[in-house]
């Protein structure tokens, strides 16, 4: 098993930044790729941008690229994302999630942190 556990949501004026962490735990040498998540009120989850362990390849969502971008410290099983120029439509509750080595879906999620940018 992996645990996920997310920090440095906030409330922040439109314009501004954040940075979120995500601290693993457990079987961490299982994972191959972590990523961020977020669901808006009323909304389904969407993906926001992911890092592959080996590497460190990334991948982000049309929605936050040049704006957004995820880090890892293999060291400290920690996955980072700094998101710059924040928007109202930013807005949401964001997850952290792992996946499996030779997985497809992603198998270990968060609690999820809650990020609010006021216009």
């Known amino acids: 098993q992996v645990q996920l556990v997310e920090s440095g949501g906030g409330l922040v004026q439109a314009g501004g930044l954040l940075r979120l962490s995500c601290a693993a735990s457990g079987r961490t040498f299982s994972t191959s790729t972590m990523a961020w998540f977020r669901q808006a009120p009323g909304k389904e989850r969407e993906f926001v941008a992911a890092i592959i362990w080996r590497g460190g390849s990334t991948v982000y969502a049309d929605s936050v690229k040049g704006r957004f971008a995820i880090s890892g410290d293999s060291v400290k099983n920690t996955v980072y994302l700094q998101m710059n120029g924040l928007k109202p439509t930013d807005t949401a509750v964001y997850y952290c999630?792992?996946?499996?080595?030779?997985?497809?879906?992603?198998?270990?999620w968060g609690q999820g942190t809650q990020v609010t940018v006021s216009s």
């Open positions: 999630a792992a996946q499996r080595i030779g997985r497809t879906t992603y198998d270990y």
